[in-house]
T-cell receptor
Framework: KAGVTQTPRYLIKTRGQQVTLSCSPI?????VSWYQQTPGQGLQFLFE???????NKGNFPGRFSGRQFSNSRSEMNVSTLELGDSALYLC????????????FGQGTRLTVV | GESVGLHLPTLSVQEGDNSIINCAYS??????FIWYKQESGKGPQFIID?????DKRQGQRVTVLLNKTVKHLSLQIAATQPGDSAVYFC??????????FGTGTRLQVFP
């Protein structure tokens, strides 16, 4: 069955702009988590959605937001982009959430210039 | 994929040898652990997981050992192959909805 699909794979934005990233989880999975990966900070948890509800949120500013649709697809949005937001954004899909058997997509590489 | 900075620990092994990658976790309440492999240009790939009620679990060519007394996790790869070259991450979960990742170890396999 298809894996986790993230679109787009690459993005270049300028400071101050906003961006929306998309994640389609594995079919049947109801949990979607988002992570930011940077060389300096490693993999850091952004938020997790389960059945359209945000269940947990990491320590990121309010510029980072997300949502989940009834088909479990999820989007995350970053507003007022800063240079430090340049990172690989990863989405993980899980059947029941709680980090159990979480499978990752290929990520979206965001570059802010 | 994303390498984790210039200070990423590196393990170099010869093809065919066994590899052992170690991970220390911080939270004694963590009850679930996963090992991921990340190759260049790709997202983390699930390798194997283990719950805290176990101390060993085996997969295909991989074994995970959990020592809760010293909060230590290891991944053993048997007969390491060039295709095993990647960055390996351990991740822990304390029963919340997020995984906490380690900094990663780069495995280099040379012929």
């Amino acid at each position: 069955k298809a894996g986790v699909t993230q679109t787009p794979r690459y993005l270049i934005k300028t400071r101050g702009q906003q961006v929306t990233l998309s994640c389609s989880p594995i079919s049947g999975h109801r949990s979607v988590s988002w992570y930011q990966q940077t060389p300096g900070q490693g993999l850091q948890f952004l938020f997790e959605y389960f059945s359209e509800t945000q269940r947990n949120k990491g320590n990121f500013p309010g510029r980072f937001s997300g949502r989940q649709f009834s088909n479990s697809r999820s989007e995350m949005n970053v507003s007022t982009l800063e240079l430090g937001d340049s990172a690989l954004y990863l989405c993980a899909s899980s059947l029941v959430g709680q980090g159990l058997e979480a499978f990752f997509g290929q990520g979206t590489r965001l570059t802010v210039v | 994929g994303e390498s984790v900075g210039l200070h990423l620990p590196t393990l170099s092994v010869q093809e065919g040898d066994n590899s052992i990658i170690n991970c220390a976790y911080s939270n004694s309440a963590s009850d679930y652990f996963i090992w991921y492999k990340q190759e260049s240009g790709k997202g983390p790939q699930f390798i194997i997981d283990i719950r805290s009620n176990m101390d060993k679990r085996q997969g295909q060519r991989v074994t995970v050992l959990l020592n809760k007394t010293v909060k230590h996790l290891s991944l053993q790869i048997a007969a390491t192959q060039p295709g095993d070259s990647a960055v390996y991450f351990c991740a822990e979960n304390t029963g919340t909805d997020k995984l906490i990742f380690g900094t990663g170890t780069r495995l280099q396999v040379f012929p």
